[in-house]
C-alpha cells in the first residue's frame, strides 16, 4: 500500500471491548492458539481474524465520529476490506472540501489513512498528511507517511492518534491544492 497510488469509540479508548459482551468468541479455521483478549469480568477467546477485524472496525468508528470517510470496495469488518489495496479512510474536508481530480504523481494526496506493512513487515496504522509526496515541493507541503505500531493488545492506539489528527485535520483543510501543484512544478514554492 504505501504512498497509495495513494485507515472508535471515543479518542482515549484503544479499542476496549464493551463489559456487555458476554459470549466467547469461536475460533476460526486454522487458528489452533487464537489471542486472549479480557473484558472486564469476561473471559473471551478471540482469533486473530476477530482481532483485525475488531482492530479496523474500532478505527473506523473513530476516524467517522471525526468526519473521514471510508474508501475501497468494502466496509471495515469484512476480510476483503483487509485484503483490498485501496481500502482506508479519507479526511473529506481536506483542501476545504473541494474536489481534487486525481492526476498520478501530480496532484497532491488528501489527509488520509489505512493499514498496511512497515519495512520489517509487521502490520501497522499510516497516516499520510495532505501536501505532496516524493519531497517534490518545499518543506511545508510536502508530506510522508506516519506509521503507529499496534499496542501490546494488539490495536491501534487511539490515545496518540487523535493528537496527531487534531493536528492534521485543520491543516488539511486549510492547503491549497494550487500552491501545492505550483510548488511541485515551479520549485519550493514558485522559486
Not at 40 to 61: D, I, N, P
Not at 78 to 100: C, K, M, N, Q, T
Not at 179 to 185: F, K, N
Amino acid at each position: 500500500m504505501g504512498e497509495r497510488s495513494g485507515r472508535p469509540a471515543a479518542a482515549g479508548s484503544i479499542l476496549r471491548f464493551r463489559p456487555w459482551v458476554t459470549r466467547s468468541w469461536p475460533s476460526r479455521g486454522g487458528d489452533t492458539e487464537p489471542d486472549r483478549l479480557v473484558a472486564k469480568g469476561t473471559t473471551m477467546a478471540m482469533s486473530s481474524t476477530e482481532l483485525m477485524l475488531a482492530r479496523q472496525l474500532g478505527v473506523h468508528e473513530f476516524l467517522t465520529g471525526r468526519g473521514w470517510q471510508v474508501d475501497g470496495g468494502s466496509d471495515p469488518g469484512d476480510l476483503a476490506f483487509a485484503e483490498d489495496p485501496h481500502s482506508g479512510w479519507h479526511y473529506p474536508a481536506s483542501y476545504g472540501g473541494r474536489h481534487v481530480n486525481t492526476v498520478s504523481d501530480t496532484t497532491p494526496v488528501p489527509l488520509q489513512s489505512y493499514f498496511t506493512y512497515d519495512r520489517d513487515g509487521d502490520e501497522v496504522f499510516g497516516v499520510v498528511p495532505a501536501g505532496n509526496l516524493r519531497g517534490s515541493g518545499c518543506a511545508e507541503h510536502d508530506t510522508r507517511e506516519q506509521f503507529f505500531a499496534f499496542t501490546a493488545d494488539g490495536a491501534v492506539d487511539l490515545d496518540r492518534l487523535a493528537p496527531l489528527l487534531d493536528v492534521l485535520e485543520p491543516r488539511a483543510r486549510a492547503l491549497d491544492p494550487r500552491a501545492l501543484i505550483e510548488c511541485l512544478y515551479f520549485g519550493p514554492c514558485g522559486s
